[in-house]
């Protein structure tokens, strides 16, 4: 139990153009997800707070216009990634936190998405 | 704020041997998690083991202990029996009650001899 699927897991897009990132939680309802970027080599980095029904809480320094959060159900929640260029190629990766009924072992994570802007 | 901090950027260890991997934290808050993640070159996250704040006992999983110092804010990770399949980062990580945010250390590459 407690999967989470990202999709697409790999895109590549021109620079101008906007992306949108997919994280559904499977078998649980997720009222909160969040968002992180990982460089290569680095560690994974909150970008936002996703909360279904509400707006999202963006970390400081991440740009709310840039990086569009929608969690529209208490299954999906999406990341666009609007007017991409190169700098914002990156991966990216959700994790969901379970709404009640799941004994609290962590939050589950996406498989990621790797995002090539060219 | 909330922060973790791991020192061991790279760490090897001979297979069927033990390796201990640190981890500090400060936070000033009473309830919290701490876990340990393993992130294999598939980059998928995944949970090693977790311990609650109050909880006095060290957390096991098979192979995998943590070693919780709570008035120290250290939180060490001992993998014995090390195999191949342990190479991976393993990322140490917090996470404060009142916020739900997992908060992410740098990581440490562990390499895997045979």
């Known amino acids: 139990g407690a999967v989470v699927s990202q999709h697409p897991s790999w895109v590549i897009c021109k620079s101008g153009t906007s992306v949108k990132i997919e994280c559904r939680s499977l078998d649980f309802q997720a009222t909160t997800m969040f968002w992180y970027r990982q460089f290569p080599k680095q560690s994974l980095m909150l970008m936002a707070t996703s909360n279904e029904g509400s707006k999202a809480t963006y970390e400081q320094g991440v740009e709310k216009d840039k990086f569009l959060i929608n969690h529209a159900s208490l299954t999906l929640s999406t990341l666009t990634v609007t007017s991409a260029h190169p700098e914002d190629s990156s991966f990216y990766i959700c994790s969901a936190m379970p709404l009640s009924g799941l004994e609290f072992r962590g939050y589950t994570f996406g498989s990621g998405t790797r995002l090539t802007v060219v | 704020a909330q922060t973790v901090t791991q020192s061991q950027p790279e760490m090897s260890v001979q297979e069927a041997e033990t390796v201990t991997l640190s981890c500090t934290y400060d936070?000033?808050?009473?309830?919290?998690?701490l876990f340990w993640y393993k992130q294999p070159p598939s980059r998928q996250m995944i949970l090693v083991i977790r311990?609650?704040?109050?909880?006095?006992q060290n957390a096991t999983e098979n192979r995998f202990s943590v070693n919780f110092q709570k008035a120290a804010k250290s939180f060490s990770l001992k993998i014995s029996d090390s195999q191949l399949g342990d190479a991976a980062m393993y990322f140490c990580?917090?996470?404060?009650?009142?916020?739900?945010?997992?908060?992410f250390g740098k990581g440490t590459r562990l390499h895997i001899l045979p």
């Open positions: 990580a917090s996470l404060m009650n009142r916020d739900d945010k997992i908060i």
């Open positions: 936070t000033s808050e009473s309830d919290y998690y």
């Open positions: 311990q609650e704040a109050y909880k006095q």
